[in-house]
């Protein structure tokens, strides 16, 4: 499979708990993307990472939301003292870096989050 | 607020009915438009894109969009539903810098269900 991976597919945490959740873009795009999606609304974009570097990060959440993307490869996004309102999808997607292509994202399966 | 917006949340069709979705978007200049498709128990995957040129854009499995400034509209089309169009439908833009805009930064309506009778 070369498109887009996010694991774990389901996470059912409890409020207070801290949970990672991980992306592998499709090997050739150098830009990796976070979006939220919640019931009956359209996904959210969360953050943007170029390679290694993130070059967009003003609309995390909040502070307790951060995102790693340390080789330039695999992406991580962190949630720390996890809040009944962090119920969601967490939707990962890659592009290529330049041309029109670098604005046509190919989204992964998601991340469902569930916090009790 | 600046917005995406879809105007039906559910339209049922039966097989071979036409089908046209209307999005609207509240940004003035530049702007790069989407149709993103959600098949049941499966990923976001792109419809059609525009981002400059013919208006009328041709998307896969017989969808096409059909871009008019004037109006800040994007609505999607499509002459005959089939039942495997079921799914849900997502118009996104990115606006211009001016508006926020950036590299990535999809704005998504908050989609359409489309339930197609067999």
Known sequence: DTGVSQDPRHKITKRGQNVTFRCDPISEHNRLYWYRQTLGQGPEFLTYFQNEAQLEKSRLLSDRFSAERPKGSFSTLEIQRTEQGDSAMYLCASSPRAGDGANVLTFGAGSRLTVL | ?118
């Not at chain 2, 499966?42 to 096409?64: A, M, N």
């Not at chain 2, 002459?79 to 997502?90: G, I």
């Not at chain 2, 996104?92 to 197609?116: C, D, E, H, R, W």
């Open chain 2, 1 to 118: 607020a600046q917005s995406v917006s879809q105007h039906n949340h559910h339209v049922i069709l039966s097989e071979a009915a036409s089908l046209e979705l209307g999005c609207n978007y509240s940004y003035g200049g530049t702007v790069n438009l989407f149709w993103y498709v959600q098949y049941p128990g499966q990923h976001l995957q792109l419809l059609l894109k525009y981002f400059s040129g013919d208006p009328l854009v041709k998307g896969i499995k017989g969808f096409e969009a059909e871009f008019i400034k004037s109006k800040f509209s994007f609505n999607l089309r499509k002459p005959s539903v089939q039942w495997s169009d079921t799914a849900e439908y997502f118009c996104a833009v990115i606006p211009p810098m001016n508006y926020g805009g950036s590299q990535g930064n999809l704005i998504f309506g908050k989609g359409t269900k489309l339930s197609v009778k067999p």
